[in-house]
């Protein structure tokens, strides 16, 4: 009988797919190190990681914030600026935001990207405390504790009370945080802040990084927010009694302070960290203002963007102190010309009705690429 090479075929087949099923289904299979990417027990080894790690903090977490809730909830709701590009602007406007609106929902949401962002990182630290550096230590849960204060200071002055989240937290065991009064609040940032105070150096290791001047200023700040007034005083004066220390003073010039050239200046106590330009294609790390405010069909970007959603109120405009020279590098008016922008044409000059309120935001405007090489294209 001759032997069916279908069926053995068949046969070993099935045999060769039990095997291989046996195997794959082992428990050891699943127990394997993942080679193409870091994990928690691989990561936070040494300051480079450290330093890479506590370096997202300074953008992704805030993009939401950054886009258009900042601007929304700060020169529009106060009636500096005017937002009518959609309805979730336009509540900003009218101050009838209700609960469902977008950017309040973005804006809480990254809040507290940030608030999780430097939780993870506090505990991951920690976790390898005794094979890193003690001061790599001390600075990286400095930067987390000033980070997740300003997180905090943003939500309670504009949510309110809130949940205080920390680094303690076990959400499979309790996923549901109440909210806290806002006094304590307000506790919790200034513990968070004095923990900065001492864990940062006094003056930051890497250009953009937070230090202890940075922790001194924002305390100054949560205090006359408190209007605890004798407390905000003694603290800003440790820093404007010790310039030579801290290294904060002011700009010869206003208009300096808007250059892409000078970021992270003497007069930057805090600053987000964005770039323009992202190799790897990464979405959130871009400073996306300038899109917003520039005025629209201008070209000023050097892309698509350029909306003029944002623009100086009528109000604002009329309160203006005629020949301050902070106007023009605030905003911009009929035939205000700006040799900064659109340079390989020989600047710009600001054309009469582009806008509803007949001006646009010039000071978060800073060109395109090009206009900004010097910078190697950070906004």
């Known amino acids: 009988m001759k032997p069916n090479f279908k069926n053995i075929t068949r046969a070993c087949g099935v045999v060769l797919a039990v095997s291989v099923f046996g195997t794959a289904c082992k428990k050891s299979f699943f127990d394997g190190t993942p080679k193409g990417q870091y994990t928690t027990e691989t990561f936070f080894k040494t300051p480079a990681e450290v330093q890479a790690a506590t370096a997202t903090m ?11 809730y900042s601007m929304s909830i700060g020169d529009v ?56 550096p003690d001061s790599t230590v001390k600075t990286a849960l400095g930067e987390c504790h ?57 003056r930051s290791n890497a250009k953009g990084r937070v230090s202890r001047g940075a922790a001194k200023a924002m305390l ?8 605890d007034f004798a407390k905000a005083k003694a603290k800003a004066w440790e820093l404007i009694s010790n ?33 323009a330009s992202n190799a790897d294609g990464a979405y ?10 520039a005025p629209y069909g201008q070209e000023l970007t050097g892309s698509t963007d350029g909306w003029g959603s944002f623009k100086p109120s009528i109000d604002l405009q009329r309160d203006s102190i005629a020949g301050d020279a902070r106007r023009k590098v605030t905003y911009m008016r009929a035939n ?4 900064e ?20 935001v010039k000071k978060y405007v800073v060109g395109n690429y090009e206009d900004n090489a010097a910078t190697g294209g950070r906004l």
């Open 58 to 68: 300074y953008n992704a977490p805030w993009f939401n914030f950054n886009c258009t």
């Open 77 to 132: 709701y106060s009636g500096n600026s005017t937002g009518d590009a959609n309805t979730a602007m336009t509540q900003f406007q009218n101050m009838n935001v209700t609960q469902s609106n977008e950017y309040l929902a973005k804006g809480w949401a990254a809040l507290y990207a940030v608030v999780g962002q430097a939780n993870a990182i506090i505990n991951n630290v920690n976790n390898n405390a005794a094979v890193l």
């Open 146 to 202: 000033f980070m997740r204060a300003a997180a905090y200071f943003y939500l309670v002055r504009n949510y309110g009370a809130v949940p205080i989240v920390t680094e303690a937290n076990n959400y499979l065991q309790n996923y549901q945080i109440p909210r806290h009064l806002v006094a304590d609040v307000y506790k919790f940032i200034i513990s968070d802040l004095q923990a900065a105070e001492t864990q940062l150096p006094v």
């Open 220 to 227: 100054a700040k949560v205090y006359l927010t408190m209007d």
């Open 243 to 275: 310039e030579s220390t801290y290294g904060y003073g002011l700009v010869e010039k206003f208009e300096d302070l808007f250059y892409t050239r000078n970021n992270n200046n003497k007069e930057s106590i805090f600053a987000l960290q964005w770039v």
């Open 284 to 293: 959130g790390t871009g400073n996306v203002t300038q899109a917003y405010c």
């Open 336 to 339: 205000d010309y700006y040799p």
């Open 341 to 360: 922008l659109l340079t390989a044409k020989g600047g710009y000059t600001y054309p009469s009705c582009k806008s509803k309120t007949g001006a646009n």
